[in-house]
């Protein structure tokens, strides 16, 4: 069973409205706008919970950030070697 939905009236620019409207293609205003929104819960909830984590712990250094975005790029290309040799 889908999740009860409400009729909700919102203001936005115009422009923005006509945008979303050509770019929400057969699911419709109402299913992007609700995605939109979804995403900026996500992104809101997360910016919370890296600021509990960073008034417990400190900041997370420049360093550190780079040393995980290498770990991360280097799983990447380990999984894509594992995936040309394994095809």
Do not use: C, F
Request: charged residues 25%; without cysteine.
């Amino acid at each position: 069973m889908s999740e009860p939905t409400g009729k909700y009236s919102i203001t936005m620019p115009r422009d923005i409205a006509e945008a979303a409207k050509v770019r929400s293609g057969p699911s419709g205003l109402s299913a992007y706008v609700t995605a939109a929104v979804a995403r900026q819960i996500e992104r809101d909830n997360l910016n919370e919970l890296i600021q509990v984590a960073e008034a417990e712990h400190g900041p997370v250094g420049d360093e550190e950030i780079q040393a995980l975005r290498d770990q991360l790029h280097q799983a990447r290309h380990e999984q894509m070697r594992g995936g040309e040799s394994a095809a």
